[in-house]
């Protein structure tokens, strides 16, 4: 089995090789219609929204990365100072590790250490128990978990999971027994409404689609690979924005994320057009911090909200919720998508 250490390092290192890839997350295909008139004020405009029982004060995240070794140690620490300094709420990557070998758990609690009034999530793999769901909480004094689903990861991983056949059990009893919110995500290969029912049938209230178009696990697991077997898979998966028209129908019965190559202010605006609630960014964080380091980070972060703020004045949209009640057109590539699978 391949060391942790070197796992962790190896999927910072290989996300952040394929940054400049050219990947598309489908969110280029909504387009809101021009409207001449706004008739509201930018000061007015509200950033805040929630998800089931959390209230974020901004509507987009640091989504799951990293924890486990040194250099993810460092990482944590960074995005915590500029989480704690823009106000948004940051994931851990899975905490899996440090419940196996706790001389690892200060990478993780280092997120805590920095912003002890943040909004934090833990995160675990859905094989995990209640008993490890409610360490991995602990250990974070967590607002909310995320257990992340991503059987390719794990396929084309050679030391990765081949039984899974418990995770919706396991899902079932961390939703029901948790006593904080508990969010199942993707890791950038979408989900179907299939998925979605399923996830909905066993309570869960926070559902983040995480589409194709951003960090390809695919490609991370096949880099690592002596034998680049999977090659011919990188396209696996549903985009960011097939993956919000699979959930539009179920858009009241959970609250949505959508993560997967967001990249800026109007790919937000798109995925809150769909009907999501906030929006989860890994990828474009790690280069920031990697490339611009904190200050700058945080920088771009506060323009960020300046510019969504000025796109939801051009909409004429006040708040997050009222964004999907402004009309879009679908390029003809979604409209085929929604067509195919009977999606109104
Ligand atoms: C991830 N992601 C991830 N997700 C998760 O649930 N648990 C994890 O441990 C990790 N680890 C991880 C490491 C690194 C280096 C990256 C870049 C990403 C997946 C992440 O949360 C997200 O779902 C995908 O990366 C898609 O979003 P972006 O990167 O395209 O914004």
């Not at 990947?23 to 000061?43: V, W």
């Not at 396991?170 to 950038?188: Q, S």
Request: glycine share 6%.
């Amino acid at each position: 089995m391949t060391n942790n250490w070197n796992r962790k390092d190896q999927h910072i290192h290989f996300a952040e090789m394929q940054y400049q890839s050219n990947s598309s997350n489908g969110l280029d295909g909504i387009r809101f219609i021009h409207q001449s008139f706004a008739e509201i004020k930018t000061e007015d405009v509200k950033l805040n929204t929630r998800l089931d029982s959390l209230k974020l004060d901004y509507p987009f995240f640091i989504n799951a990365m990293t924890g486990g070794s040194d250099k993810a140690r460092i990482i944590n620490e960074n995005l915590a100072i500029v989480a704690r300094e823009t106000n948004l709420a940051m994931a851990v990557g899975s905490v899996s590790t440090a419940l196996q070998s706790p001389e690892l758990n200060d990478s993780f609690k280092i997120v805590r250490k920095m912003n002890p009034n943040g909004l934090i999530f833990s995160n675990l793999g859905a094989h995990h128990s209640l008993e490890n769901a409610k360490r991995a909480v602990d250990l974070l004094e967590a607002n909310a978990l995320q257990i992340h689903v991503n059987t390719p990861q794990e396929l084309v991983m050679p030391e990765g999971d081949r039984d899974f056949t418990n995770w919706l059990k396991n899902i079932e009893i961390i939703v029901n027994e948790l006593d904080v919110p508990v969010f199942v995500k993707e890791v950038g290969f979408g989900m179907s409404k299939e998925t979605i029912r399923r996830l909905l049938d066993l309570g869960v209230n926070v559902i983040d689609v995480a589409g194709r178009g951003g960090t390809n696990f695919i490609h991370i697991e096949n880099e690592r690979r002596e034998e680049k077997e999977f090659d011919y898979l990188l396209n696996w998966g549903q985009t960011t924005a097939e993956s919000l028209l699979e959930a539009h129908f179920y858009r009241k019965q959970a609250d949505f994320v959508a993560s997967g190559g967001i990249k800026n202010p109007l790919h937000m605006l798109a995925a809150f057009g769909l009907g999501a609630k906030a929006v989860g960014i890994s990828g474009e964080f790690l280069h920031m911090i990697l490339t611009e380091g904190n200050e700058a980070s945080i920088k771009k972060i506060e323009r960020w909200k300046n510019e969504l703020r000025a796109l939801m004045t051009m909409i004429g949209s006040s708040s997050i919720s009222d964004i999907e009640n402004k009309p879009i057109i679908l390029s003809s590539e979604l409209t085929n998508w929604c067509h195919q699978r009977h999606i109104d």
